[in-house]
């Protein structure tokens, strides 16, 4: 399967909208002492059928709880294949996890939003922080249709204003907010309200199966992780690891399921 160019869908750029090209994992700053450590992968499609989504699972969860002191993980939307009443069942399979896991709803998972809260004990819209110096944002971007939305401005707001006296904020949404891959959406002013705040240090998508690398928009940087499930997409199923340092920096890189290999990297 031949991997679709990452900028298929761009055509003419802002000023303020630039493409940055990979880096390599040599070209990385790791921080040398690690205060934060997260993992985000997305698209496990459990249920689909005709696919193997009991193996995907199962690797992801060993591949991730082989990694050493990871403070949460993040199942970035599309739990399950258009069934809502297999949530809970995945659900029970993310408890495996050794880490905190947190989800996002996706366009195929189809649940309401008082089942979400019932099933999750946290609503589709959620915030939380870690050790103190790091504010985690998970904002919806679907609803029991499968549709394509924009996030709830105010909310997002909401919640980054809650967080602005934070050194880090870190921001889920399944869905690109922006129409620079095939399935995103164009919500340019989310994306300015993100680059109002200094703190925002990253923001991360699903969604694109077969896309795996990074946008910055007024030097904000957006991240996909690919796939780890589902019937199409990059055929390497892979997970994305993000880690800060005492110091305040901070590095992201995407790594194989099956073999562990550092496919590429950035510098937050």
């Given at each position: ?154 909310i997002a707001k909401q919640k980054l204003e809650e967080f602005k006296d934070l050194p880090h904020v870190f921001v889920f949404v399944h869905i690109s907010q922006n129409d620079w891959t095939r399935h995103g959406i ?75 290999m550092i496919l590429n990297g950035n510098n937050l």
């Open positions: 399967m031949q991997r679709r160019p990452f900028l298929q869908k761009i055509t003419l750029l802002s000023s303020s909208l630039m493409t940055m090209p990979f880096m390599l994992y040599g070209k990385m700053d790791f921080p040398k002492n690690t205060k934060l450590k997260f993992i985000t992968a997305s698209d496990g499609h459990w249920g689909q059928p005709n696919t193997d989504f009991h193996t995907s699972h199962r690797n992801l969860i060993e591949a991730i709880n082989q990694e050493k002191d990871v403070d949460f993980v993040v199942i970035n939307g599309d739990l399950t294949h258009d069934n809502a009443d297999l949530i809970p069942e995945v659900k029970g399979v993310f408890e495996q996890f050794e880490a905190p896991f947190y989800v996002t709803r996706g366009n195929h998972d189809h649940m309401t939003d008082a089942a979400f809260l019932e099933t999750m004990g946290y609503p589709v819209n959620h915030s939380f922080k870690v050790k103190n110096d790091y504010g985690v944002v998970l904002l919806n971007c679907s609803n029991t249709k499968g549709e394509y939305l924009c996030v709830d401005m105010d164009d919500c340019k002013p989310f994306l300015d309200l993100l680059a109002s705040y200094p703190n925002v240090r990253a923001t991360f998508h699903g969604h694109d199966h077969d896309v795996d690398g990074i946008m910055l928009y007024k030097k904000k940087p957006f991240l996909w992780s690919g796939h780890f499930g589902g019937s199409w997409g990059n055929p390497f199923p892979s997970y994305r690891v993000v880690e800060v340092g005492e110091d305040g920096k901070a590095v992201t890189y995407l790594k194989t399921i099956k073999e562990g």
